[in-house]
Every structure is written in C-alpha cells, then in structure tokens.
C-alpha cells in the first residue's frame, strides 16, 4: 500500500518561508506523477505543484510561480516544496499526493488522485 508522509509545516510570519517534504513508500510502478495540493478551511483543494515521471521539471499553478519551488529526490522517493514569500492567504493544509501514469499541468484535479498523505499544516500570520 502506498503511503505519503508530509512534514515541514508551522507557523510563520508573512514574507517568511518553510519548506515542506513528502516521502513515500509503496509505490509499485516507477510511472507516476507527484504534487501538492493545499486546502484552506472553507475553500476546494486546489493543486500547488506537480511533477511526473514523464515530463521534465515541477509545474506551477499561478498562485505559486515565482515563489514555490519543487525538488525531487527520486532516488529516495522523497519530494520538498519550498515556500517563500509567504502570504496570509498561503494558509491551509498542504498535502502530498500520488497519481498513477499522469501527465501535470499545473491545475490537478484532486478527484484524479490515487493516494494522498495525511496533510501538514501552514499557517502564515499577518
């Protein structure tokens, strides 16, 4: 069974950063996508980054060009997120998630995940 771990999330002033990290075991194929999603309370889960085993480099949904950025360790099936520039609105729970044979785009459906980890929190005070 496929299992995701986050870590890295807390509490930050606005402007800071905090960089987030995702190991996983399980997998069974070595063709599958990664990325991060976020929820903040009230609002849909929405895709943050994402990388495929298909397609070269992270992408980006709008909110965070500029100011996320993905690495990989696929050696050690681990994956960051690093978060700079925080914003107020950057809170929520941010989650690590798994698709199967997938191609990013920057704007993931979540209801096309396979497996998700548990989440991490971020909070970005003001």
């Known amino acids: 069974e496929v299992q995701l771990v986050e870590s890295g999330g807390g509490l930050v002033q606005a402007g800071g950063s905090l960089k987030l990290s995702c190991a996983a075991s399980g997998l069974t194929s070595d063709d599958y996508a990664i990325a991060w999603f976020r929820q903040a309370p009230g609002k849909e889960r929405e895709g943050v980054a994402c990388?495929?085993?298909?397609?070269?480099?992270?992408y980006y949904s709008d909110s965070a060009k500029g100011r996320f950025t993905g690495f990989a360790n696929n050696a050690e099936r681990t994956w960051y997120l690093q978060m700079n520039r925080l914003r107020p609105e950057d809170t929520a729970v941010y989650y690590c998630?798994?698709?199967?044979?997938?191609?990013?785009?920057?704007?993931?459906?979540?209801?096309?995940?396979?497996?998700w980890g548990k989440g991490t929190l971020v909070t970005v005070s003001s």
């Open positions: 998630a798994v698709f199967y044979v997938f191609y990013c785009s920057g704007s993931e459906n979540p209801e096309e995940v396979d497996y």
């Open positions: 990388i495929s085993s298909r397609q070269p480099g992270f």
